[in-house]
């Protein structure tokens, strides 16, 4: 069983900058796919940015040059240090640790851009 904890404050104006962090617990931290997902009113999750256990790393179109994703395996941590924020970043962000064929997700922390 693998728990994930999310913390990051959520509100920030269009144009600025937050970084999320999740912790994870488990001793096999550093053979985790890290996912960030988010999920906005009335739309579906999607994947936002994943880091994969060699460090490579995939983003969606629409945070690319924006977003960043890292790992401190040291830490049992993944950041998603989050620039140029947009109104539209504006959902439910949650992280995910998929190890052994199994995935785990976070509750989830809200971020909201204002214009």
């Known amino acids: 069983q693998v728990q994930l904890v999310e913390s990051g404050v959520g509100l920030v104006q269009a144009g600025g900058s937050l970084r999320l962090s999740c912790a994870a617990s488990g001793s096999a931290f550093s053979a985790y796919v890290l996912d960030w997902y988010r999920q906005a009113p009335g739309k579906q999750r999607v994947l936002v940015a994943r880091?994969?256990?060699?460090?490579?790393?995939y983003y969606a179109a629409s945070v690319k040059g924006r977003f960043n994703i890292s790992r401190e395996n040291g830490k049992n941590t993944v950041y998603l240090q989050m620039n140029s924020l947009k109104p539209e970043d504006t959902a439910v962000y949650s992280c995910?640790?998929?190890?052994?064929?199994?995935?785990?997700w976070g509750q989830g922390t809200q971020v909201t851009v204002s214009s």
């Open positions: 880091i994969a256990s060699d460090g490579s790393t």
């Open positions: 995910a640790a998929t190890v052994a064929v199994r995935t785990y």
